[in-house]
């Protein structure tokens, strides 16, 4: 929720209509129908590295086929 509310929009700029609906989000908890949590908690490159991190991403579309995906965790 901190990660949504703090969203600097000349950063990533979206349509009202997604800004909305990820503020939305972070004031009631709540994701729209079309919305999409993923994370990663760690992978392998390449050179078979192990990494152990934390992404989390939250995708709302905005009609079939336009969307947009937010960071909200990355470590």
């Known amino acids: 929720m901190a990660a ?3 969203w600097t929009r ?3 700029p979206v ?3 997604l800004f909305k609906a990820f503020q939305d989000v972070a ?6 129908p079309a919305a999409k949590l993923t994370f990663l908690n760690s992978f392998e490159n390449y050179n078979n590295f192990h990494f152990d991190m934390w992404m989390v991403d939250l995708t709302i579309m ?3 086929g336009r969307g947009f995906t937010y960071r909200l965790r990355d470590c």
Do not use: F, L
Not at 27 to 32: A, E, H
């Open 62 to 64: 905005e009609d079939a």
């Open 15 to 17: 349509s009202d209509t």
């Open 27 to 32: 004031v009631t908890g709540k994701m729209p």
């Open 4 to 6: 949504i509310r703090a």
């Open 10 to 12: 000349s950063e990533y």
